[in-house]
């Protein structure tokens, strides 16, 4: 029952993403306008930028994921479908997962397999790069998963905005600091190994208890 | 050093984005053609609305 | 003062607003721009890659400037275009104006897309890196997000008609900022740079060197075209799609 709901919402969610497949493009165009940005504020040198690369890289998939939380429930919230979730006989937590997994691949993926690319722009040292993708790939999930309690707190506001921001980010320095700082630590020679189980262990975590209380902050909100 | 393989490269990116450029419209009209079929044959075969009875 | 040349030319920019003849004339010549455009870039490539002896300086890698200058110039060309054709459109209401106005963008996206990653490549020998923020390549990839911020706008509106409006202005308002842009961007580079020489063709070129250059700046033009009229011809059938004369077009095709 719970897969067939889970494949139910993997197709819905997909077919709607492809009706509107040029906005898959925004998360990753956003990612590559910070690193503009932050290159046109250092001075454009490489000697300024490669050292802080990995860094403005991270921040730049980070704000890029926070700029998406906003689709995450709430086309479902405009039309009904929210309501048909939580009288559905699978556990609210369940499609609220399957959900922000879905999310996080359309939004958050397409800009992580950008990052080789904008590393290059940023001239970020090829040895950084592996460690990078490797954080990348921990941590932008429980950016998802902590987004995904943020988007259901908020899903009744209609001018959500800079309060997303103010609600998640403070959520999110855990993942920030453990994932740009396992890159850091590499590239002074330390191992960032221990670093990378920490966000490991984090997912984990984020992923049992995430869905769990998005769920009850969806009822809250929608109440 | 070889610039052979640059030069491929950029050459072969102005003919991959141009066919690309070729291709893309060429379906849109494909398609809004076909929508345009779709509904003619969606109103032919339509049953002619019943008379208002006064 | 009574010229009929000139009455007749008026008549035909009147009629080719029409939606059916608007869609008779690009079917009809969208081809013909296709094919000379192509032929054009052909004579033009070849002379880029056979005829033009290596440069001294950067050997085979010169001949990249045959597709990445006159992409350049098409990137810079149609953004002025679209803002022309956006602003008759928003001034007098003119739909074929609008629909016009938002063909050219993909199409500059694209001549955009060429100019930066050609310029990359060509500068990978040279620099030995894949990028370098020197103000060229900055306000060319400034000028890519002006051109999918207009079609990003134009596609999140449903109305066909307020999208074309509102991303026409926002053409506009992206032509008029454009050269405050590359100012900023040339006044920051002296302020940090001032170090290596951008090698980007800007050696003189003999005259038998320029022929192929001057080929494929004709051919580009001709196959942007051909690319404007079909793009122009699907947006219009899309807006026309529940009118009679799309329904007696599909029948007669038939």
Same mark, same amino acid.
Request: proline share 5%; glycine share 6%; aromatic share 10%.
């Given at each position: ?76 919230? /405009? ?83 800079? &309060? ?60 | ?45 339509? /049953? ?7 | ?96 104006? /609008? ?40 306000? /060319? ?36 900022? &454009? ?33 192929? !250059? ?13 690319? !404007? ?26």
């Amino acid at each position: 029952m719970m897969r067939r709901a889970a494949g139910a919402l993997v197709t819905r969610d997909l077919r709607l993403l492809w009706t509107r497949r040029g906005d898959a493009f925004q998360p990753a165009l956003f990612a590559l306008l910070m690193v503009m940005l932050f290159a046109l504020a250092l001075g454009g040198d490489a000697k300024a930028l490669a050292p802080v690369a990995s860094a403005v890289l991270w921040l730049a998939v980070l704000l890029a994921g926070l700029l998406s939380l906003d689709s995450m429930f709430r086309g479902d919230a /405009e039309d009904g479908s929210l309501e048909q979730w939580m009288l559905a006989p699978v556990p609210l937590w369940w499609l609220v997962l399957v959900r922000t997994l879905v999310h996080w691949a359309s939004t958050a993926l397409p800009v992580i397999l950008a990052v080789p690319m904008l590393g290059e722009l940023l001239h970020l040292p090829r040895a950084q790069l592996p460690v990078l993708m490797v954080s990348l790939m921990l941590g932008t999930p429980i950016l998802s998963l902590l987004g995904a309690v943020v988007a259901a707190l908020t899903i009744g506001m209609r001018r959500a905005g800079v &309060l997303v921001a103010l609600l998640a980010l403070p959520l999110y320095v855990p993942v920030l600091v453990f994932g740009a700082g396992a890159v850091a630590a590499s590239a002074q020679g330390l191992d960032a190994v221990g670093a990378l189980l920490l966000l490991g262990a984090g997912l984990v975590l984020a992923l049992v208890l995430a869905p769990l209380a998005a769920a009850a902050a969806l009822r809250i909100a929608h109440n | 050093m070889s610039y052979r393989e640059y030069v491929i490269a950029a050459y072969a990116v102005f003919v991959v984005v141009l066919l690309w450029d070729f291709a893309a419209p060429r379906l849109q009209v494909r398609a809004a053609l076909r929508a345009a079929r779709l509904r003619v044959s969606r109103i032919a075969t339509r /049953e002619p609305p019943a008379e208002l009875r006064r | 003062m009574n010229s009929p040349v000139l009455d007749r030319l008026i008549r035909w920019f009147h009629q080719l607003g029409s939606p059916p003849t608007f869609d008779r004339f690009a079917a009809r010549w969208a081809p013909w721009a296709y094919v000379l455009g192509l032929l054009t870039m052909a004579v033009g490539l070849y002379g880029a890659l056979f005829q033009v002896p290596a440069d001294y300086q950067q050997g085979d890698s010169f001949r990249i400037l045959y597709i990445h200058v006159p992409s350049a110039w098409m990137s810079m060309a149609i953004f002025a275009l679209m803002a022309f054709y956006a602003a008759i459109g928003l001034v007098w209401r003119i739909k074929l104006c /609008e629909i016009l106005a938002m063909s050219c963008a993909p199409i500059g996206a694209a001549f955009t897309l060429i100019t930066l990653a050609t310029g990359s490549i060509w500068g990978k020998p040279m620099w030995g890196t894949w990028w370098e923020w020197d103000p060229r390549l900055t306000t /060319e990839l400034i000028l890519l997000f002006l051109y999918l911020g207009v079609m990003g706008l134009y596609a999140a509106i449903d109305d066909r008609r307020n999208a074309a409006r509102a991303a026409g202005f926002l053409a506009i308002v992206g032509v008029a900022l &454009l050269p405050v842009i590359r100012w900023s961007v040339v006044w920051w580079n002296s302020l940090h740079q001032g170090q290596t020489i951008r090698m980007f063709g800007e050696s003189s070129m003999d005259a038998s060197m320029l022929a192929p !250059l001057a080929w494929m700046v004709v051919g580009t033009h001709l196959w942007f075209v051909g690319s !404007l009229l079909t793009r122009a011809r699907a947006d219009n059938l899309v807006r026309e799609s529940g009118k009679d004369w799309v329904a007696r077009l599909v029948e007669a095709r038939r």
